[in-house]
């Protein structure tokens, strides 16, 4: 089992889920996240100018079994891509254990129905 | 001591004064009206009102349907509008939709506009009053200003979450000025449009048609947003926000419809209750619309529903009753969610709050039923279809069909013009991380 981080562009979140459901991927979660990187903007508030490195991007978390890694992260990396600075990561993070609260099974079988694998 | 006197001298002067002033009023009375209070506290009134409807009431109700990225933007623009147009209003706009210095020497000039002689106001005193009303002058100045001040507002639905500040200021300028005022001076400043006994009682076509189909011609020109897929609508950030926009325009509209008379009369008391009654109808049948085809009743759509029912009865609350009023919402709720719902994502233009299929197809609605529906019992003379008389349906349908066709070809055109000096449309990136960083510097939940 894997954890995928993707921070992504707000504006390619739909298509990047488009691309997750096309690949069979039925759930995951997302925030707003901002961040700090090395582009600026200007804010100003009465008169007075400030710099923010505020950056806003969507992370999307999601948990996969080893065999689906690979076609997670290129649907991903696909649909995410615009080809400018700040298009995003994806973070590949070994997942230990994981538990379906409602009927107790643990590891891969929690992730995924039987009825439709 | 000094004070006591000075009072008591005050008072015996007023004393005497106050016969002798009704007796020159007496005296003159045929020839200066005097000013009327009810009509003029009312009119005070209308005005807030009407302004209401576009601070906060479109301000919100737009702002709330857009990203949160976004909502800066449209709240800037309603707020400009409103100073800028406010301005533009005093400094030559009511001088050329109600000036009269043209009418003597007519020429091309005294088709479009109505004159010079009200510039700045000039020659309008207190104590100037309109008729037959006999309300001060100024009061209808500033009611007038705030219709000026929404019209161009409305259009900012159509044009939202991409377009650059200036040029969406410099637009909003030039068309106040070369589509606003002629238009206004066609239906109710006695232009061509008024002597031919067009039925516009508070805004359908000046108002809405004008800023409605302006507002398709922009969405077409500027194009779709970066990530808008026909038929996949881009949700609201805020539904609070427009609910509370819808209310504050129902609020105000009261003003702008049951305004419109500039009376405090019983002509006044219809609009308001067909304006109500008709946005009530709009606002149940959307609902009911959503419900069977959704399977679901929503706030957005019930919102949308009464705006819809109050741009329709704009231009008929004058002239129809509780018949025409209920047919009136009906139809333009009927009307519109198809319009919105099924022949929008069709055409694939991107109107981002639906500016034209809710001002422009619910004015262009309201404007002809008007012709159907306008009553003997309310308007004392002009009739509509459904009473037999089809001559007012005629002049309605050229009306309309005017209005269209004028506000689309000078859209069109002006677009082209700010487009080549300044540009409208923002950079992809802006586009892309909201406007409201990138135009205006703020972020408004962060």
């Given at each position: 089992m894997k954890k995928l981080e993707a921070i992504i562009r707000k504006s390619r979140f739909e298509d990047v889920k488009e691309a997750l459901l096309t690949a069979d991927i039925e759930w995951f979660s997302y925030y707003d996240v901002r961040g700090q990187g090395k582009m600026r903007q200007a804010r100003i508030y009465r008169g007075v100018c400030y710099d923010t490195s505020c950056i806003e991007r969507t992370l999307i978390n999601v948990v996969v079994r080893d065999k689906n890694v690979d076609k997670t992260i290129t649907a991903i990396q696909k649909a995410a891509q615009t080809g400018e600075i700040g298009d995003g990561r994806i973070f590949v993070i070994p997942v230990e254990d994981a538990v379906r609260i409602r009927t107790g099974e643990r590891g891969d079988k929690s992730l995924y129905d039987e009825e439709n694998k | 001591m000094t004070q006591t006197l000075k009072k008591i001298l005050a008072s015996l002067v007023t004393a005497v004064a106050i016969p002798m002033a009704t007796f020159a009023q007496g005296a003159t009375q045929a020839v200066t009206p005097t000013i009327n209070n009810g009509n003029t506290a009312w009119m005070l009134m209308a005005t807030i009102l009407v302004l209401l409807m576009t601070i906060p009431g479109l301000a919100l109700f737009y702002g709330g349907l857009v990203r949160q990225k976004n909502v800066l933007s449209i709240i800037m623009q309603c707020l400009v509008c409103v100073a800028v147009i406010s301005i533009l209003w005093i400094a030559f706009g009511y001088s050329w939709v109600f000036g009269t210095g043209f009418k003597e020497s007519g020429g091309l000039l005294s088709?479009?506009?109505?004159?010079?002689?009200?510039?700045?106001?000039?020659?309008?005193?207190?104590?100037?009053?309109?008729?037959?009303?006999?309300?001060?002058?100024?009061?209808?100045?500033?009611?007038?200003?705030?219709?000026?001040?929404?019209?161009?507002?409305?259009?900012?639905?159509?044009?939202?979450?991409?377009?650059?500040?200036?040029?969406?200021?410099?637009?909003?300028?030039?068309?106040?000025?070369?589509?606003?005022?002629?238009?206004?001076?066609?239906?109710?400043?006695?232009?061509?449009?008024?002597?031919?006994?067009?039925?516009?009682?508070?805004?359908?076509?000046?108002?809405?048609?004008?800023?409605?189909?302006?507002?398709?011609?922009?969405?077409?020109?500027?194009?779709?947003?970066?990530?808008?897929?026909?038929?996949?609508?881009?949700?609201?950030?805020?539904?609070?926000?427009?609910?509370?926009?819808?209310?504050?325009?129902?609020?105000?509209?009261?003003?702008?419809?049951?305004?419109?008379?500039?009376?405090?009369?019983?002509?006044?008391?219809?609009?308001?209750?067909?304006?109500?009654?008709?946005?009530?109808?709009?606002?149940?049948?959307?609902?009911?619309?959503?419900?069977?085809?959704?399977?679901?009743?929503?706030?957005?759509?019930?919102?949308?529903?009464?705006?819809?029912?109050?741009?329709?009865?704009?231009?008929?609350?004058?002239?129809?009753?509780?018949?025409?009023?209920?047919?009136?919402?009906?139809?333009?709720?009927?009307?519109?969610?198809?319009?919105?719902?099924?022949?929008?994502?069709?055409?694939?233009?991107?109107?981002?709050?639906?500016?034209?299929?809710?001002?422009?197809?619910?004015?262009?609605?309201?404007?002809?039923?008007?012709?159907?529906?306008?009553?003997?019992?309310?308007?004392?003379?002009?009739?509509?279809?459904?009473?037999?008389?089809?001559?007012?349906?005629?002049?309605?349908?050229?009306?309309?069909?005017?209005?269209?066709?004028?506000?689309?070809?000078?859209?069109?055109?002006?677009?082209?013009i700010v487009d080549k000096i300044i540009g409208i449309r923002v950079a992809p990136r802006e586009e892309e991380e909201g406007v409201d960083v990138y135009e205006h510097g703020e972020s408004a939940y962060c």
């Amino acid at each position: 089992m894997k954890k995928l981080e993707a921070i992504i562009r707000k504006s390619r979140f739909e298509d990047v889920k488009e691309a997750l459901l096309t690949a069979d991927i039925e759930w995951f979660s997302y925030y707003d996240v901002r961040g700090q990187g090395k582009m600026r903007q200007a804010r100003i508030y009465r008169g007075v100018c400030y710099d923010t490195s505020c950056i806003e991007r969507t992370l999307i978390n999601v948990v996969v079994r080893d065999k689906n890694v690979d076609k997670t992260i290129t649907a991903i990396q696909k649909a995410a891509q615009t080809g400018e600075i700040g298009d995003g990561r994806i973070f590949v993070i070994p997942v230990e254990d994981a538990v379906r609260i409602r009927t107790g099974e643990r590891g891969d079988k929690s992730l995924y129905d039987e009825e439709n694998k | 001591m000094t004070q006591t006197l000075k009072k008591i001298l005050a008072s015996l002067v007023t004393a005497v004064a106050i016969p002798m002033a009704t007796f020159a009023q007496g005296a003159t009375q045929a020839v200066t009206p005097t000013i009327n209070n009810g009509n003029t506290a009312w009119m005070l009134m209308a005005t807030i009102l009407v302004l209401l409807m576009t601070i906060p009431g479109l301000a919100l109700f737009y702002g709330g349907l857009v990203r949160q990225k976004n909502v800066l933007s449209i709240i800037m623009q309603c707020l400009v509008c409103v100073a800028v147009i406010s301005i533009l209003w005093i400094a030559f706009g009511y001088s050329w939709v109600f000036g009269t210095g043209f009418k003597e020497s007519g020429g091309l000039l005294s088709f479009f506009i109505g004159g010079f002689d009200k510039v700045f106001l000039n020659g309008v005193t207190p104590s100037s009053l309109t008729t037959p009303a006999n309300i001060p002058e100024i009061v209808f100045v500033l009611f007038q200003c705030m219709f000026a001040v929404i019209t161009p507002a409305l259009i900012i639905g159509a044009f939202a979450e991409r377009i650059r500040f200036s040029g969406f200021l410099l637009f909003t300028i030039l068309w106040s000025i070369i589509v606003y005022n002629p238009m206004a001076h066609f239906v109710w400043g006695g232009g061509w449009l008024q002597q031919m006994g067009a039925i516009d009682f508070a805004g359908g076509t000046v108002v809405h048609i004008n800023a409605g189909v302006s507002a398709l011609i922009m969405a077409i020109m500027l194009g779709k947003r970066s990530d808008y897929k026909p038929g996949k609508p881009i949700s609201p950030h805020n539904i609070t926000f427009v609910f509370m926009g819808a209310a504050f325009l129902w609020l105000g509209w009261f003003g702008f419809n049951a305004g419109s008379g500039l009376a405090a009369d019983g002509l006044d008391a219809n609009a308001f209750l067909v304006t109500h009654l008709a946005t009530c109808v709009a606002a149940v049948t959307w609902m009911i619309i959503d419900w069977m085809t959704n399977r679901k009743p929503t706030t957005v759509g019930v919102c949308t529903g009464a705006v819809a029912g109050l741009v329709a009865i704009t231009p008929a609350a004058g002239s129809v009753g509780v018949l025409g009023a209920i047919f009136i919402g009906m139809i333009t709720a009927v009307v519109c969610f198809c319009m919105v719902a099924y022949i929008k994502p069709k055409m694939g233009y991107d109107d981002s709050l639906d500016a034209f299929g809710v001002h422009g197809i619910g004015g262009i609605i309201g404007s002809i039923l008007t012709g159907v529906f306008a009553t003997k019992a309310i308007t004392g003379g002009a009739q509509g279809a459904l009473y037999g008389d089809w001559h007012q349906l005629g002049v309605q349908l050229i009306a309309t069909g005017f209005a269209i066709v004028y506000s689309a070809v000078i859209t069109y055109i002006l677009f082209k013009i700010v487009d080549k000096i300044i540009g409208i449309r923002v950079a992809p990136r802006e586009e892309e991380e909201g406007v409201d960083v990138y135009e205006h510097g703020e972020s408004a939940y962060c």
